[in-house]
Each structure stands twice: as C-alpha cells, then as structure tokens.
C-alpha cells in the first residue's frame, strides 16, 4: 500500500525556521495537504494543494514540492507552533493516505 | 458556524458492531464529501472512509475494508459509518471531517471525535 514518509520530530528555538518534509512516490502527480493537531484538539488544515494556505492560517506557514518530497516550513515559530504535522496525499486508487507525523517541539 | 458532531461511540467486545453517525449544520452539506479518520490512543491519524456528496462514490481503507460501510443521509445532513467485527485495534477516536474535493480543500473542518474502544 501506498506510504508516506516524515521525520518523528523535529526541534526548534523561538523565531527560528522549522521545514518538515514529507515523501511519496504520488508526489507530484497528487497533491499533498499539511495538518496541525494540539494535544487534545482535532486536526485543522494548514497548507492545500501543496501550497495553499487556507484562510485564517498564519502566513508563517508555507508548503513546497519538490519532485517527490513535499515540505513545510514554519517561519519565525512560535510556542503555540508545537504541534503534531501530518502530511496527507491520495493514491491513484482514491484512497487517502496519512503521513506518520511529525511532532515539532519548540525549545 | 459549521459543526460536526460525531456520536455513537462506546465500548464494545471484540466481535461486536458499532453505528458511529456525524451530524452537519451550518453548511451546505450536499456539496461536500465527508470522510472518517482514525487516531488510536497515542498514535497517528489513519484515514478509513470517504463518501461523496452524491454517496455515489465511496472508498474504504484496505484495514477495514469488507467490515466497514460508509452511507449518507443528505436530508437529515447525516453520515453514518457502520463497523462490524470490531477488533482490538479498532480503539480509537473516530472523526469525520468534511472535504470540497473539486476544490482540493482537504478536510477542512473536523468534528471533536466520539472514542470507540473494543474490550472484553
């Protein structure tokens, strides 16, 4: 079946630059989205069609692609930043894939 | 305001079934697909279902696939998600989440979650 493929965690000081990547042979025929889930709370989408940014969504949050791999970047992060990221694509079956996630821990 | 509201979960015995239903409101709900994801206690999202606005289309993920099925109730602005033969690793929070797929908006709005847990 169909995978996806992102780095456990990821660490960061305040104000600094956070990238998270995220892998799939889908890439780039299928788009990838990025969602942010705080503990206890249901997930919320931060990045559509590779790099959109939905409204309401800080402009701090940016998504890229490049050949297979899609990336998040969190610019000048903040502390309500830590969170688990879960990239999500498709298959050329219909089915909805997640990525393992990433947990981004602020310093 | 747009709300999802999930409902029907509970402890069950291995074997059992269960009926999880999503309730809409403050939106146009037959032009929206909905699918339901998965999170085990501690553990990542796992997508299982999708339906499409019509309930013409429907996907089911291969780890539940023949012990799941997906309908939809576009009057009462309802998805229900019927799962059969539950087993341990059924345990989770079951979300339904509402998609513009024509828009490639992903899930774009999440219910809170009703925790389904399979024991004996």
């Known amino acids: 079946s169909y995978e996806l493929t992102q780095p456990p965690s990821v660490s960061v000081s305040p104000g600094q630059t956070a990238k998270i990547t995220c892998s799939g042979d889908a890439f780039p025929q299928q788009y990838a989205y990025w969602y942010q889930q705080k503990a206890g709370q249901a997930p919320v989408v931060i990045i559509h069609k590779d790099s959109e940014r939905p409204s309401g969504i800080p402009e701090r949050f940016s998504g890229s692609s490049s050949g297979t791999t899609v990336t998040l970047t969190i610019s000048g992060v903040q502390a309500g930043d830590e969170a688990d990221y879960y990239c999500q694509s498709t298959d050329s079956s219909g089915a909805y894939v997640f990525g393992p996630g990433t947990k981004v821990t602020v310093l | 305001e747009v709300q999802l509201v999930e409902s029907g979960g509970g402890l069950v015995q291995p074997g059992g079934s269960l009926r999880l239903s999503c309730e809409a409101s403050?939106?146009?709900?037959?032009?929206?697909?909905v699918n339901w994801v998965r999170q085990a206690p501690g553990k990542g999202l796992e997508w299982v279902s999708y339906?499409?606005?019509?309930?013409?289309?429907?996907y089911y993920a291969d780890s539940v696939k023949g012990r799941v099925a997906i309908s939809r109730d576009n009057a009462k602005n309802t998805v229900s998600l019927q799962i059969n033969s539950l087993r341990d690793e059924d345990t989770s929070v079951y979300y339904c989440a509402r998609e513009d797929r024509n828009e490639g908006s992903g899930l774009d709005f999440w219910g809170q979650g009703t925790l389904v847990t399979v024991s004996s």
């Open positions: 339906i499409s606005p019509s309930g013409s289309n429907i």
């Open positions: 403050g939106f146009s709900f037959i032009s929206y697909s």
